[in-house]
């Protein structure tokens, strides 16, 4: 078994100087002091850390403190052109080595390594194992390897990678090379799994806490995509956010939409080809498109670390998946929003998804029922989520094995008070319910709302449903709301519903105590929420600026795109905030805002200095 950590030792002074000329950070957060013990001592870690908890720096800075070379596995190319891009800005030897690189590209990185010239090499598993790599890596004397993203190499995490599988071979190739496994990934299983199939020795395991406390979250019942969509953007005016579908043809919808309606916002998923990825992504990251809507199975790439919305239009297919992509929201700790738009039609879909990808995968069969088995786990849970009238914070943080402290957040659409209860929802149960008994539980969701809502459709005509007693019950709703009632009912399996291409709802033994007046139901009322500003949003902006935080931004921008990088690779804007607060006029109080470091102050120094005191910088 892992033991707890024992890196006791305090760190050299050469860490804290390393932190402050490189990153412009006063302290290391103290799991990030831990990993890096572990680092520099070379004993193996096991490292888990929510979304945005700073685990990159915990592999970046140990090679800067001896000058060696280090290796990082990463399973996504976009995230590693991110990361050495935002190396390059503080000026830090970095280099990646992936399938989407030229021959000379490639060449030249291997001269560099060769040279001794990088500290940190990025590296996609599928080249690390197939390639004369190990040699030269061998040949330059790599002493550490971090993988990122650990999980992958388990089929009981939520994203299984066969790749990942061959990164075994490291320990045996580097016997005394120490190895480091991050990961955002909490369950027990899988970090156990991790810990076995990369061989780690007596790992120091770290966990983070992976409640996010400037991140407000909120469930909505899901009655208008795109209605409800547009609304919440307009709480973001001008501010990035990630927008995320299920499928490609509905990113591309919504993204029309959006743009339609004057937003700034384009498609992204796997069906693109690189080239169009590639120039949403860097658009994204240039402040020149404000909305990104992403599919959720694609979403990894895209990365900014002022993301102020995260909106789900459908349904993650696990907690832990939506912990990863809220995760991208407020990675520079000031406050964010998440919100997921709820309807259980999406669960059905994901099981029939679950079941199929498993079916197609070259696994054995065994593994496929494990895999299938473990996919269903996690969809409930994410629905338990979803359903659950409680605070979102604390089901998270629980669900992550952390309790949480206290019982109101602040931050969430429960303890915000928010969530409102329709009135009389048993007895409009109980008309649904009627309805789905005397259409004779032979029809789907779609044609029982027609009914209940008097609609003169072909069906109802033909089957002359227009004679049934429950005809016309609910008429004062919309469809759109009376289908997400009946789905509110099938998550509290108060019905049921066949499975197949061509579901029909069913009653159960509970939708009869529901009938008999057995059981009370409660539903939540489907409206737009009326969000109300959190603490946390309020204090990130105490003190500061807006006017000079604008200006600062449009700088920014244009920094951005004459030097063809990301934004936030040039200031965050945490680093933008604390200037727009603290209007530093000199060199040395510039120096002393969180985020900028010598690098930065050499680069950007002037041109700061000038917008500040409002001269020609702009
Ligand atoms: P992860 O890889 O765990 O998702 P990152 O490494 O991207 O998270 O870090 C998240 C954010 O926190 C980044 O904006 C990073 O600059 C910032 N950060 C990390 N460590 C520190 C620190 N010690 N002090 C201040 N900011 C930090
Ligand atoms: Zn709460």
């Not at 992936?98 to 060449?107: D, F, L």
């Not at 001794?116 to 004397?141: K, T």
């Not at 043809?249 to 939409?257: I, N, Y």
Request: aromatic fraction near 6%; proline fraction near 5%.
């Amino acid at each position: 078994m892992p033991s707890p950590a024992d890196a006791t030792e305090p760190l050299p002074d050469v860490v804290a100087d390393v932190l402050s000329r490189w990153w412009g950070f006063d302290r290391l957060r103290p799991l990030q002091a831990e990993a890096i013990a572990a680092a520099l001592a070379g004993r193996d870690s096991l490292v888990v850390m929510p979304t945005g908890g700073g685990k990159s720096l915990c592999y970046q800075l140990p090679p800067l403190v001896g000058d060696t070379t280090d290796v990082v596995i990463s399973p996504l190319v976009a995230l590693m052109k991110d990361q050495v891009d935002a190396l390059e800005a503080i000026g830090y030897p970095a280099a990646a080595l992936h399938g989407g690189m030229s021959q000379e590209e490639r060449a030249g990185v291997r001269d560099r390594l060769a040279a001794g010239e990088v500290r940190l090499l990025f590296a996609a598993p599928e080249r690390l194992v197939n390639s004369g790599l190990l040699d030269l890596l061998a040949r330059v004397g790599v002493k550490r390897f971090a993988v990122d993203e650990a999980h992958c190499i388990s089929h009981w995490g939520h994203d299984f990678r066969p790749e990942y599988r061959q990164l075994a071979m490291i320990r045996e190739r580097f016997p005394s090379a120490s190895l480091h496994a991050f990961t955002a990934t909490a369950t027990p299983r899988v970090r156990d799994d991790i810990v076995r199939q990369l061989n780690l020795r007596d790992p120091v395991t770290l966990v983070g806490t992976f409640d996010r406390p400037n991140l407000v979250y909120r469930v909505v019942p899901r009655t208008d995509r795109i209605a409800q969509t547009l609304a919440i953007l307009g709480r973001h005016k001008g501010e990035a956010s990630i927008v995320y579908c299920i499928s490609r043809k509905e990113t591309e919808r919504l993204a029309e939409r959006l743009a339609a309606e004057g937003l700034l916002a384009k498609p992204y998923h796997a069906g693109l080809t690189a080239t169009e990825r590639h120039r949403t992504q860097e658009a994204f990251t240039r402040e020149t498109i404000d909305v990104v809507v992403a599919t959720v199975a694609f979403g990894m790439g895209i990365d900014r670390s002022d993301v102020r919305l995260v909106l789900h239009t459908s349904l993650p297919k696990s907690l832990e998946a939506y912990q990863q992509e809220t995760g991208r929201a407020g990675r520079d700790s000031l406050a964010a929003e998440c919100v997921l738009l709820y309807s259980s039609a999406d669960v059905f879909s994901w099981e029939s998804l679950v079941r199929k990808s498993a079916a197609e995968s070259e696994l054995d069969p065994e593994e496929q029922e494990e895999v299938i088995a473990s996919g269903l786990e996690h969809l409930h849970a994410m629905r338990r989520y979803a359903q659950a009238a409680r605070c979102r914070h604390a089901a998270l943080s629980e669900y992550f094995g952390q309790p949480y402290p206290g019982n109101a957040c602040g931050a969430c659409d429960v303890c915000l008070g928010e969530t409102g209860s329709l009135p009389d929802a048993t007895v409009t149960a109980q008309k649904i319910i009627s309805c789905v008994a005397r259409v004779q539980e032979r029809f789907g969701v779609r044609h029982v709302c027609e009914v209940l809502r008097g609609a003169k459709t072909d069906a109802i005509q033909r089957y002359r449903h227009d004679q049934l007693s429950t005809y016309g019950l609910l008429a004062a709703f919309d469809q759109r709301t009376a289908e997400n009632l009946v789905h509110q009912l099938l998550d509290q399996e108060l019905l049921a519903r066949t499975a197949g291409d061509r579901p029909v709802v069913v009653l159960n033994d509970r939708s009869w105590e529901v009938l008999r007046g057995a059981r009370e139901v409660v539903l939540l009322e489907p409206r737009a929420t009326k969000a109300k500003p959190s603490k946390a949003d309020a204090d990130d902006w105490q003190g500061v600026d807006r006017d000079l935080f604008e200006r600062l931004r449009r700088w920014r921008r244009r920094v951005a795109e004459s030097r063809g990088k990301p934004a936030w690779t040039i200031l965050d804007d945490k680093a933008l905030r604390a200037v727009a607060r603290e209007r530093p006029d000199s060199p040395a109080a510039l120096l002393r805002c969180k985020g900028i470091g010598e690098k930065r102050l050499a680069d950007f120094g002037g041109d700061i200095l000038d917008i500040v005191t409002g001269g020609r910088g702009e």
